[in-house]
């Protein structure tokens, strides 16, 4: 099976929502410089989640939670709220 995924141009880190795991499924999500973004490939929008992060650097989701880390700090974003969850 032949299968290419696009990151949008100047994604510092990304991952993809697999298919059935929660939330997000098939959609690619990345920070770009201070943003966190989700690109849909089937719609061709991108929706920004976040602003203003200090320095992201990676970022992987597990259900329904998009967990990253910016300068030294580690955040959770829940999709199914659309809000960041305070630690």
Not at 48 to 67: D, F, M, R, V
Not at 73 to 81: A, G, P, Q, Y
Request: net charge negative; charged share 25%; glycine share 10%.
């Amino acid at each position: 099976m032949d299968f290419t995924v696009i990151v949008p141009f100047g994604a510092t880190s990304w991952c993809e929502g697999i298919i059935g795991d929660g939330c997000g499924g098939g959609r690619i999500f990345f920070t770009c410089k201070d943003t966190l973004n989700v690109y849909d490939p089937t719609t061709k929008e991108m929706m920004t989640l976040l602003e203003n992060l200090q320095e992201p650097q990676s970022i992987s989701k597990k259900g329904c939670h998009l967990l990253f880390t910016c300068k030294q700090k580690k955040m959770t974003f829940d999709l199914s709220k659309m809000s960041l969850i305070e630690d």
